[in-house]
């Protein structure tokens, strides 16, 4: 999720009293409480004057990498040295077709400008210029298309030189960017993936078209989605009798988390309302206020800010308690992670480094707390660097392609190491994006894969966009999911970025392609799918026929967005569990608890606790008063479509899951409206960017941020 600067307010409503614990969830209380300090076992050792028994300052442990064995130096994450442009990554530009000076991968400082190349540069740039202020081309659109020419020109023969330009047209036009024009587009930042997209996109047809759309200020019209050819693409037909499997009347308790944006850096009492990119740091301030705090960033949180460790440590002691089940009331029978584990830095302060250190920090916390259970995780947009980049396998020379595989293989190590994934996976995943199949002990398929192909923000998407699988992973998808149906064997469809609701996170053309292998699929094969990345709580509802009529009769399958860890933005922190059916595999019921931010700043001043989880609400109990539903039924894509029929009989209830999914935080504002209540109803009835569309106020109601 990219990072939303928002005003603060420094204090909020009060929260509704807790509501009792369901019947079925199997836990010794509503609530769980951490201790005063950081639980130190979770780290077998902690950099000096950054112990967990200090109350000023997070805790700083001691990461040593469990794959390569180096030991991450305290400078990395030290909230008062935070390191930007690391000088040991190598950036990646493409070859020059005239002179094939780049050959592979660079390290920064290298400098490969001549005088010829500069004055191409100087060109370039002054060309772009005289198009978009000269009279020669009218259409908005026609001018950024000829500008994108230019562009590629330049890419095609003095890459290196990209960037620099970039730098001087954003700071000219002000393009949209996380940080300074600088920042953004350095060479060693996205300018060298900007200069990539240029020179191998078709920048005068529809690759072009998406690129002036999406990222240069809608110069263009988005493409309208392109027409979907399956004519043989699946092995066989959807059987006549594909249904889901009868209940067994059993459960089993299934463990959810999601969004952990674990920040290191975190500086407490630093400015928690800052108006410079992500708070809580001691480098960014309030504008209006930059030689005086408004507010203290507190220990264990605040709404503008990602995870600090102490609220970390108290989130992962509480979710055994609170959401495992068994005789012990600590069990789950296994758990998912729906990505993204790195805080929301700009590019020039992350590194291969950082990333590595977050994936071995936080899959280290998860594991001492879940013990044996395993954890089947997906990769999010910000797990990587630069974040949100995936380059497809299919780019070349074969060194573009691989430009990320340093990340799918130290991630997909760590998952083999602590054996949540067999060798079969770790080998496909360490090469295919993270992605991988893998079953379960009771026989549940897990297909997992990589979200970012089908993400806004990962530019290489904008690489021939006629192509609505660039990745091939949704070929390897169907083929799997056809393996199983043979088999006669139920799966789990987990990845980051949801393919539909408000449409406004994913591109239309592999969401479309997406939907169809879904409706092909599902409900016999396909037990459930799940996401994470908006922060929120949200669902989306998968029909026959590409939704031309969405009904409880054709209903299939459902989406699960789970809420987030980290509080960023303007929300609370929170987890999830299912209860699901060992058989089946389909989920009964869904609880969530969540921290409450805005008491946050009550606990800076006292030694005797932490921070508090609290149980939140049932979807059972929350949704299906007025819906005759056996006990043993589960919560499948037509009790979820009857759920959208009960909003349009009582607009209360759109008000009810309007407060969940912004995990009842006291900055959401209510949904009454009859714009938000109809949106709200659509964007839980859109599984896919081209169905998002059609709903009639378009996206804005699509989050509580």
């Known amino acids: 999720m990219g990072l939303l600067v928002l005003s603060l307010p420094l204090a909020g409503l009060a929260l509704a009293q807790t509501p009792a614990l369901p019947p079925y969830l199997r836990t010794a209380a509503p609530a769980y409480t951490g201790a005063p300090n950081f639980p130190g076992y979770l780290f077998a050792e902690f950099w000096p004057g950054f112990e967990p028994t200090q109350t ?8 040593t990498d469990p794959i390569s064995g180096e030991i991450y130096p305290l400078e990395l994450t030290d909230p008062d040295t935070i390191p930007e442009y690391d000088t040991t990554d190598p950036y990646v530009i493409p070859p020059s077709l005239l002179t094939n000076t780049v050959t592979g991968p660079l390290l920064p400082g ?15 740039l002054q060309s772009i210029l005289e198009i978009v202020s000269g009279s020669q081309i009218t259409e908005k659109c026609g001018k950024c298309l000829a500008a994108l020419s230019v562009a590629k020109m330049l890419a095609n023969t003095a890459p290196w030189e990209v960037p620099g330009v970039l730098i001087s047209l954003c700071n000219t036009f002000g393009f949209k960017s996380y940080g300074t024009c600088a920042e953004q587009f350095a060479v060693n930042t996205d300018g060298q993936i900007v200069t990539q997209v240029l ?10 078209q998406y690129i002036c759309s999406l990222n240069l200020d809608y110069s263009c019209a988005l493409p309208a989605v392109n027409e979907l050819d399956l004519t043989g693409y699946f092995a066989s037909p959807k059987p006549v009798n594909a249904v889901a499997p009868e209940p067994s009347g059993e459960r089993v308790r299934v463990l959810h988390l999601s969004d952990f944006h674990l920040d290191p850096r975190y500086s407490t009492h630093a400015e928690a309302d800052c108006t410079t990119s ?38 992962v002691e509480a979710i055994p308690v609170l959401a ?40 280290s916390m998860i594991k001492n707390v879940i013990g044996y259970v395993p954890l089947y995780p997906t990769l999010g947009n910000h797990d990587g660097w630069p974040q949100a980049y995936n380059s497809p396998l299919t780019l070349q020379p074969e060194y573009l392609a691989n430009q990320f595989s340093w990340d799918y293989q130290h991630v997909s190590a760590l998952w083999a190491g602590y054996e949540w994934i067999d060798d079969t996976a770790y080998q496909y995943a360490s090469v295919h994006y993270g992605g991988y199949a893998v079953s379960t002990w009771r026989g549940l398929k897990i297909i997992s894969f990589n979200t970012d192909f089908w993400y806004r923000d990962n530019w290489f998407n904008l690489i021939n966009t006629t192509n609505p699988d660039i990745s091939g992973q949704f070929r390897w998808m169907a083929d799997e999911l056809q393996a199983s149906e043979d088999a006669g064997q139920r799966v789990w469809i987990i990845g980051h970025v949801p393919p539909g609701w408000s449409g406004t996170n994913s591109l239309p053309n592999p969401t479309n392609l997406f939907y169809q292998i879904v409706d092909r699929y ?24 590409n939704g031309t009529n969405a009904s409880a009769d054709t209903a299939l399958a459902t989406g699960w967005t789970a809420p987030s860890l980290t509080p960023l933005t303007n929300l609370n922190s929170g987890f999830r569990a299912y209860d ?10 869904s609880y969530t608890w969540f921290s409450n931010v805005t008491a946050a700043p009550e606990l800076d001043n006292q030694t005797a606790h932490g921070a508090t989880y609290t149980f939140e609400y049932s979807a059972r ?20 479509h009857l759920v959208t029929e009960q909003w349009e009989i009582n607009p209360s209830l759109v008000e009810k899951f309007t407060i969940y999914e912004g995990k009842s935080s006291t900055f959401t504002t209510n949904c009454t409206s009859t714009a938000c209540i109809e949106s709200k109803i659509c964007y839980a009835r859109s599984g896919s960017v081209p169905l998002a569309g059609l709903c009639p106020y378009g996206s804005t109601y699509g989050s509580v941020q």
């Open 580 to 589: 699901i059916d060992p058989v089946t595999f389909n989920i009964l019921d």
């Open 621 to 640: 109990e929350a949704y299906g008063a007025n819906i005759s539903w056996p006990a043993t039924a589960p919560l499948n894509a037509t009790w979820w």
């Open 56 to 63: 000023a300052v997070q805790p700083q442990p001691k990461i």
């Open 522 to 545: 599902s409900p016999h094969v396909i037990a459930e799918i799940f996401f994470g990345h908006t922060h929120e709580d949200e669902f989306s509802i998968f029909y026959a026929n």
């Open 278 to 315: 992500l708070c809580c740091r001691s480098n960014n301030f309030n504008t209006a206020s930059p030689n005086q705090t408004v507010f203290p960033a507190p220990r264990y949180g605040a709404f503008l800010c990602d995870t600090p460790y102490d609220l970390a440590g108290v989130a």
């Open 110 to 124: 290298t400098n490969l400008s001549t005088p010829g190349s500069l004055a191409l540069a100087s060109q370039a």
């Open 324 to 363: 495992g089940a068994g005789p012990t009331g600590r069990e789950f029978d296994f758990a998912i992670f729906t990505g993204d584990l790195v805080s929301h830095d700009n590019d020039h302060q992350l590194s291969r480094a950082f990333v590595e250190y977050e994936q071995a920090s936080i899959y």
């Open 199 to 208: 020179a191998l996109a078709d920048v005068a047809g529809q690759d072009g």
